[in-house]
Nanobody
Framework: QVQLVESGGGLVQAGGSLGLSCAAS????????IGWFRQAPGKEREFVAS????????YYADSVKGRFTISRDNAKNTVLLQMKSAKPEDTAVYYC????????????????WGQGTQVTISS
């Protein structure tokens, strides 16, 4: 099994920056994809960004493209999400997720999920 633990959420003003981290542990050798999703109050969970475990393929949601960057620290088995030019509509609980197949934006292909971390962007 794989365990995912997010950290780094918090409150930031619109236009500011915030970094999220996801530490993966357990049988990480079986992973093919790791990504970030978010869920705002009253809305469905939506894809934010993903990274193949090899680092070759990266996907971003149109709403965050050019503002968010996903990356991986191989030595620490950690995936980072750097948020810049934050907007109030980025406010949500952010979840780290991982899968054993090439998943990209397909939520159903992610098998492992973290508990989530709250991100609040004030206007």
């Amino acid at each position: 099994q794989v365990q995912l633990v997010e950290s780094g959420g918090g409150l930031v003003q619109a236009g500011g920056s915030l970094g999220l981290s996801c530490a993966a542990s357990g049988r990480t050798g079986m992973l093919s994809t790791i990504g970030w999703f978010r869920q705002a109050p009253g809305k469905e969970r939506e894809f934010v960004a993903s990274l193949s475990w090899s680092g070759e393929r990266i996907y971003y949601a149109d709403s965050v493209k050019g503002r968010f960057t996903i990356s991986r620290d191989n030595a620490k088995n950690t995936v980072l999400l750097q948020m810049k030019s934050a907007k109030p509509e980025d406010t949500a609980v952010y979840y780290c997720a991982a899968g054993t197949v090439a998943a990209g934006p397909k939520t159903s292909l992610y098998s492992y999920w973290g508990q989530g971390t709250q991100v609040t962007i004030s206007s």
